[in-house]
């Protein structure tokens, strides 16, 4: 019994994390695609449509130890974090109910996928007038943005648990909010991971 449970522990470990070979493939194609640029800057030779990439590298360590640099990354950092946060606050416990009942799937899906269908630059404008000029508009765009990944993915997770599970606490006496809070929400958490992964990446670039 430990020893499965030991195997299921490294198996979750590797679909969260990733296996040894990822990492692996992932360093060769890095490695593969500077050692092209370096000899394509240089056989180009032309800095400003190619720069070369010790020049970048140099300036990229420059700018690591420039105070400047790490006061604006916080600043950002802060703000990716608050919007992420408000988005799993909003997505996640929606995207639980509506994937456990289906009768608020019903009801919330085409308002839901009428509101991302939206660009999210559309909003930019709507969200200076919202909260005016600073941090607000940006955290407003991120949490937007990030919420529909979280609440998405939050779903999917929901849906695919087996009826067996819920067959199982219900014969073992659980009423109530028991199946919720023993079953889905635990069998959710693969779904929170994803959109929390997706929704970070997507945060960056809606910043920029």
């Not at 799993?88 to 509506?98: K, R, Y």
């Not at 940006?138 to 648990?161: D, G, K």
Request: proline content about 5%; charged content about 10%.
């Amino acid at each position: 019994m430990q020893t499965s449970v030991r195997i299921g522990d490294r198996r979750n470990f590797r679909r969260m994390f990733g296996s040894a070979a990822y990492y692996l493939a992932f360093a060769a194609c890095l490695s593969l695609i500077l050692i092209v640029w370096y000899f394509a800057a240089h056989k180009i030779n032309y800095i400003i449509t190619f720069p070369y990439l010790e020049d970048v590298l140099a300036r990229f360590f420059e700018a690591l130890a420039d105070p400047y640099f790490w006061h604006h990354f916080l600043i950002t950092l802060v703000r990716v974090l608050k919007g992420v946060g408000l988005a799993v606050l909003i997505g996640f416990p929606v995207g639980v109910l509506m994937g456990f009942s289906p009768w608020l799937m019903r009801t919330l899906a085409p308002y839901i996928n009428a509101l991302r269908q939206i660009p999210i630059t559309a909003w930019v404008p709507m969200a200076i007038i919202w909260f005016g000029l600073g941090d607000g508009p940006t955290i407003f765009i991120i949490a937007f943005q990030a919420t529909f990944n979280v609440l998405l993915a939050t779903v999917t997770a929901v849906q695919e648990i087996s009826p067996d599970y819920y067959n199982a606490v219900r014969s073992m006496g659980a009423k109530g909010l028991a199946p919720i809070t023993d079953v889905v929400f635990p069998s959710s958490m693969s779904g929170l991971i994803t959109g929390l992964r997706v929704s970070i990446g997507s945060a960056w670039g809606a910043v920029v």
